[in-house]
């Protein structure tokens, strides 16, 4: 979750630094433009990345209704089994 | 639509939008002047760009309590397995209970009918006893407490015992007429018939060869060679029945 964080703040960084910056230079301006594709590059790195820690992440396969749905589903399912075998140990033939 | 989705698609689906406004925002800002884009639309990217990461942020958080519910699920899918686990030996040991009782009471019902069978025709102990001392008197059950390797004694009558016996002599009296008399005597008395076979054909002569009679008129008989038969007959005989070692091993065979 943390990581995600980053990448949406190095997003911001990126494109700040892109838009304010604006050398007169030539030489300035190559090496920025360098700079910026080589920016642009890890910027797709770190969005992949991103992806891939997103499809890692535990329990958000379902929404959070239906997730809520089958936590009280187990609960009940649990119950039920523990009140079986409490009927059947306590039965006397 | 986002409430049907999953989070993780609303994830996958923001950081998409995320990606596709910066590409927007950095093709605007490499483009050339002519090209670019005017600075209303360029605030409205920027401010969608935020709205996006807000959005992002929260689904963020739902999905880090997601987490926490789904850590709770496993828990509970624990315990659920531990009490399928339950529920399954108690029905193992349900099953095997079924069925030693079932045993039992087919076993039960059996002897409640031969207890029934045998309550329809009782018969006296006296007479079991009896019966049960007739079967075991001649030994054939069980060997008597004294009896050791080299007894001569055997559970089946020895065949000193059957020449003993009446079958024995009677044999023997076709040698002697006296015998002979008596026994066509008394079956005249018995039948009122002398059978055919009672005149003899074959007759033991004193020598000790047996002799066939030739005919009613005529009075000879031919004796018949059984010397050496009778020799190996009776060897045979000896070794049979009074030889305690070949008989022994007969025995254990």
């Given at each position: 979750?943390?990581?995600?964080?980053?990448?949406?703040k190095?997003?911001?960084?990126f494109?700040c630094?892109?838009i304010?910056?604006?050398?007169?230079?030539?030489?300035?301006?190559?090496?920025?433009?360098?700079d910026?594709?080589?920016?642009?590059?890890?910027l797709?790195?770190?969005i992949?990345?991103?992806?891939?820690?997103i499809?890692?992440?535990?329990?958000?396969?379902?929404?959070?209704?239906e997730?809520?749905?089958?936590?009280?589903?187990?609960?009940?399912?649990?119950?039920l089994?523990?009140e079986?075998i409490?009927?059947?140990k306590?039965?006397?033939? | 639509?986002s409430?049907?989705?999953?989070?993780k698609?609303?994830?996958?689906?923001?950081?998409?939008?995320?990606?596709?406004?910066s590409k927007?925002?950095i093709?605007n800002?490499?483009?050339?002047k002519?090209?670019?884009i005017s600075?209303?639309?360029?605030?409205?990217l920027?401010?969608?760009?935020?709205?996006?990461?807000?959005?992002f942020?929260t689904?963020?958080?739902?999905?880090?309590?997601?987490a926490?519910?789904e850590?709770?699920?496993?828990?509970?899918?624990?315990?659920?397995?531990?009490?399928?686990?339950e529920?399954?030996?108690?029905?193992k040991h349900?099953?095997?209970?079924?069925?030693?009782?079932?045993?039992?009471?087919f076993?039960?019902?059996?002897?409640?009918?031969?207890?029934?069978?045998?309550?329809?025709?009782?018969?006296?102990?006296e007479e079991?006893i009896?019966y049960?001392?007739k079967?075991?008197?001649?030994?054939?059950?069980?060997a008597?407490?004294t009896?050791?390797?080299?007894?001569?004694r055997?559970p089946?009558?020895?065949?000193i015992e059957?020449?003993l016996?009446?079958?024995?002599?009677s044999?023997?009296?076709?040698n002697?007429?006296?015998?002979?008399?008596?026994i066509?005597?008394s079956?005249?008395?018995?039948?009122?018939?002398?059978?055919?076979s009672?005149?003899?054909q074959?007759?033991w002569h004193?020598?000790?060869?047996?002799?066939?009679?030739?005919?009613?008129?005529?009075?000879?008989?031919?004796?018949?060679?059984t010397?050496a038969?009778?020799?190996d007959?009776?060897?045979d005989v000896?070794?049979?029945?009074?030889?305690?070692?070949?008989?022994?091993s007969?025995d254990?065979?």
């Amino acid at each position: 979750m943390q990581f995600l964080k980053l990448e949406t703040k190095f997003c911001y960084s990126f494109l700040c630094d892109s838009i304010e910056k604006d050398p007169t230079d030539n030489a300035a301006k190559q090496r920025e433009s360098q700079d910026c594709s080589q920016k642009v590059l890890e910027l797709q790195k770190r969005i992949e990345s991103a992806r891939s820690q997103i499809k890692q992440l535990p329990g958000i396969d379902y929404n959070i209704e239906e997730q809520l749905q089958r936590l009280d589903t187990l609960r009940n399912q649990l119950t039920l089994k523990q009140e079986l075998i409490k009927k059947y140990k306590n039965i006397s033939f | 639509m986002s409430l049907h989705m999953s989070t993780k698609e609303r994830l996958l689906a923001l950081i998409d939008d995320i990606e596709i406004i910066s590409k927007e925002l950095i093709e605007n800002a490499i483009a050339p002047k002519p090209q670019k884009i005017s600075s209303a639309e360029h605030q409205q990217l920027v401010e969608l760009l935020i709205s996006k990461d807000n959005e992002f942020k929260t689904v963020l958080q739902l999905a880090s309590e997601q987490a926490k519910i789904e850590q709770k699920m496993n828990a509970l899918k624990e315990q659920v397995e531990l009490q399928d686990r339950e529920i399954i030996k108690l029905q193992k040991h349900l099953k095997e209970a079924e069925h030693m009782l079932s045993t039992a009471i087919f076993q039960a019902r059996q002897k409640l009918a031969s207890i029934e069978k045998a309550n329809k025709r009782p018969v006296s102990s006296e007479e079991l006893i009896k019966y049960a001392h007739k079967v075991s008197a001649s030994n054939a059950i069980c060997a008597p407490l004294t009896w050791q390797q080299g007894d001569l004694r055997r559970p089946y009558p020895t065949d000193i015992e059957m020449r003993l016996g009446f079958l024995g002599k009677s044999d023997l009296s076709l040698n002697g007429h006296n015998l002979q008399h008596q026994i066509s005597a008394s079956e005249h008395r018995n039948t009122g018939d002398v059978p055919t076979s009672a005149q003899n054909q074959f007759a033991w002569h004193p020598s000790g060869e047996l002799h066939m009679s030739m005919g009613g008129a005529n009075t000879g008989s031919v004796a018949l060679d059984t010397r050496a038969h009778k020799d190996d007959r009776q060897d045979d005989v000896e070794v049979m029945s009074t030889d305690s070692s070949s008989s022994s091993s007969s025995d254990s065979q």
